[in-house]
């Protein structure tokens, strides 16, 4: 009070909680903003793994083979039907016994070749970590800060590094069997060298492909066995 020798008591008082109120208001408003970027993460996220779901069950129907399993019951328990259809598959069976014994099998059952992508960060909080995606139609590996399970298991968690989004990206197998990143609406971007990934734009990963979430660098690798 040194410079306010003429100022009452009351003054100051007035003068100390309107200072007062405008530090509480300037903190709320920080935190409104911190709450409202949390949310919007949130939103994208939940709108993600919607999308994915939708995605996923797409691939499954595409998948669905109609085999009239009703119709084959019915004539199973159908009793004028039992006594031929017995016959029948007597019929079958010898059949195929007699095939078996002069000719070999001629199909055999091949795996299919899986494709999966080999991580290494170059840079970044975790530095020299290593990681093997294998992401499907169905299921995005998916990358990003959080620590949830499909991050920790099947995806990639950068949990260290403050400047990857929540959910940052994923990478998909997609219908032209090759995988492709794309940029889930981050905060602070995905690079490619200086060229920044448009949200929602899926770029193929190819060999020796290094991207840029956050302050991470990632050197990918395609392995198709």
Known sequence: ???????????????????LAGEINSYGARLEDKLREEF??????????HRMCVEGAEEEEDGVVDMDCNDETEKENDPSTSTSTTSTRARRSAATSSNSTTSAPTRSSRKKPQT??????????HANMKAVLKPTKATAAMVGRSTGKKFREKGLSLSKDLEVST???????????KIYFTDTGSTNGTFIGDRQLDEGDPVEITDDLKIRVGASV????????
């Open 116 to 125: 999966t992508i080999h991580v290494l960060v170059e840079a970044g909080p």
């Open 167 to 177: 959910t940052h990206g994923k990478f998909q197998l997609m219908k032209d069997g």
């Open 218 to 225: 990632l050197r990918l690798s395609v392995i198709t066995a």
């Open 40 to 49: 919007e993460e949130g939103k994208k996220e939940l709108l993600n793994v």
């Open 1 to 19: 009070m040194d410079n306010n020798e003429d100022m009452t008591v009351e003054d100051f008082l007035k003068a100390r909680c309107l200072s």
